[in-house]
């Protein structure tokens, strides 16, 4: 069993996930570096160790159960458990997304990677995250998921573009994370929704004013969080993210 802390960052191999694998390893942590295309993935993970990153390869794609199950079972025989898991993967099914024009079919498509894979990603490896003395679970959002903020009646109030795949999915997944939160109170898991910000990444088309970096920051945060750290809050590098 690993001695080092424990970490697994899903859509890793780019971006802000790849940027939270690095800070993470940084901190002299073993990061798995989650991803379903192989030859990213193995890029990643090569760029990563030549850094001096204690990183490792995991065949991960999110929309798949058996994927999930496999990537549980490759981070046991490996390390034996796991101390973090970061659910960053996420995809915007593709603009514009005007609620009268768009297929549904999107909407669906986006809700599997962006909710129901962040719930099947953390059932497989909660059993792995229960054998931790530290587990953290991060959970990538935006604050597009705000409804505050949605429904902000000045402009600078109202984030984000209309996108009713993308922005609601977030809105879920939230949701989502404070019935975890509910169910796993009185344990010492902790788990909570980070906002990276809106970062230059391909997910927006390079369009973002923040660096992955800087995104990666929320996330490092809440994956570091003390034993008597919140739990089921949602948290920007401002502070909390009104609902």
Known sequence: MSERTVALVTGANKGIGYEIAAGLGVLGWSVGIGARDEQRRMAAVEQLCAVGVDAFGVPLDVTDDASATAAARLIEEQVGRLDVLVNNAGITGGMPQEPTRLDPATIRTVVETNVI????????????????????????SSSVGSLTRQSGNAAELTTGPVAVAYAPSKTFLNAVTLQYARELS?????????????????????????SPEQGAAIAIKLATLPDDGPTGQFFEDAGVVPW
């Open 186 to 210: 009185g344990t010492n898991i902790l788990i909570n929704m980070g906002c990276p910000g809106y970062v230059a990444t391909d997910l927006n088309g390079f369009r973002g004013v923040r």
């Open 117 to 140: 894979g962040v719930i099947r990603v953390t059932n497989a490896m909660l059993p792995l995250l229960r054998r931790s003395a530290l587990p953290r679970i991060v959970n990538m």
